[in-house]
């Protein structure tokens, strides 16, 4: 079955970089169709979408965030990569790495966010 | 501030109807699929539907989604206890690389 667990420091200082990683299991990044997302949740906010990278090593960011942020992918470790630079206090969130498994139907492409991680919480505070 | 837009909250009895609505515009709803999770209190998001009106498997019929133009729906018929939860709109934009969730909408079974 697919599992998916993101890990990573739970507290981060202001400026510092954060580095999360997804590992995962029940599917191979290295399948055609397969992908993996992060999406983060402020304490009692909406989700917000993060990022994504594709199995041929496309990747894809969020417009207000795509400066800061970098993801990769080992696909021999079975597991993605995220990083966010500079951090602050109000990137205080819950992060989940997701799984897509995208599809064509007809012209239109299916990418919904199949399986997800339980989230972990990463707090910025100095 | 999301790019999809929902209801802060909608609320009915047990066994009632309720609908959430989630509206975009022709950069995103209008050109894409449009996705509805939900998430219960203290958990990780779940797919509820998918391609606007799919159910994954273990999703039970009482779930249904639809789309029109630039906005979705989300029904839930014969409400239950369990069903109060954050509800989420997304999609992606009409270039299918940036992800757009709306506000979320919270479900409250009276």
């Known amino acids: 079955q697919v599992t998916l667990r993101e890990s990573g420091p739970a507290l981060v200082k202001p400026t510092q970089t954060l580095t999360l990683t997804c590992t995962f299991s029940g599917f191979s990044l290295s399948s055609s169709g397969m992908c993996v997302t992060w999406i983060r949740q402020p304490p009692g906010k909406a989700l917000e979408w993060l990022a994504r990278i594709d199995w041929d090593d496309d990747k894809y960011y969020s417009t207000s965030l795509k400066t800061r942020l970098t993801i990769s992918k080992d696909t021999s470790k079975n597991q993605v990569v995220l990083t966010m630079t500079n951090m602050d206090p109000v990137d205080t969130a819950t992060y989940y790495c997701?799984?897509?498994?995208?599809?064509?139907?007809?012209?239109?492409?299916?990418?919904?966010?199949?399986?997800w991680g339980q989230g972990t919480l990463v707090t910025v505070s100095s | 501030q999301s790019v999809l837009t929902q209801p802060p909250s909608v609320s009915a009895a047990p066994g009632q109807k309720v609908t959430i609505s989630c509206s975009g515009s022709?950069?995103?709803?209008?050109?894409?699929?449009v996705y509805w999770y939900q998430q219960l209190p203290g958990t990780a998001p779940k797919l509820l539907i998918y391609?606007?009106?799919k159910r994954p498997s273990g999703i039970p019929d009482r779930f249904s989604g639809s789309k029109s133009g630039t906005s979705a729906t989300l029904a839930i018929t014969g409400l239950q206890t369990g069903d109060e939860a954050d509800y989420y709109c997304a999609t992606w934009d009409s270039s299918l690389s940036v992800g757009e969730f709306g506000g979320g909408t919270k479900l409250t079974v009276l």
């Open positions: 022709s950069s995103n709803i209008g050109n894409s699929y």
């Open positions: 997701a799984r897509i498994r995208r599809t064509v139907d007809g012209s239109q492409l299916s990418l919904p966010f199949d399986f």
């Open positions: 391609d606007n009106n």
